[in-house]
Nanobody, 122 residues
């Protein structure tokens, strides 16, 4: 079993900052990729940022220069530092982790967190 626990969402004023965390636990041999997605009401879920096990990152154009994704491999945890937040960043943010559970079973599966609400409003 694999569990993902997200934290750090909340209400913030425009221009403010938040830091999201996603901790993976359970039967994990290797995490290949960790990412943050978001879904606003009436819109499709979209990739916000991702990071590979080698540290390569990618970002949606709308958050480049404002958001930073990082990971602590020892803790199987990913972070999303969000600065200069805008009302259009309001959404439910989901953590996604692609991992291999067992060394002898070369299968990679994706797991989702439960989501955390981020609201940017004055």
């Amino acid at each position: 079993q694999v569990q993902l626990v997200e934290s750090g969402g909340g209400l913030v004023q425009p221009g403010g900052s938040l830091r999201l965390s996603c901790a993976a636990s359970g039967s994990i041999f290797r995490i290949n990729h960790m990412g943050w997605y978001r879904q606003a009401p009436g819109k499709q879920r979209e990739l916000v940022a991702g990071i590979t096990n080698s540290g390569s990152t990618n970002y949606a154009d709308s958050v480049k220069g404002r958001f930073t994704i990082s990971r602590d491999s020892a803790k199987n945890t990913a972070y999303l530092q969000m600065n200069s937040l805008k009302p259009e960043d309001t959404a439910v943010y989901y953590c996604n982790v692609e991992l291999q559970q067992f060394e002898r079973v070369p299968v990679t599966r994706a797991y989702w967190g439960q989501g955390t609400q981020v609201t940017v409003s004055s």
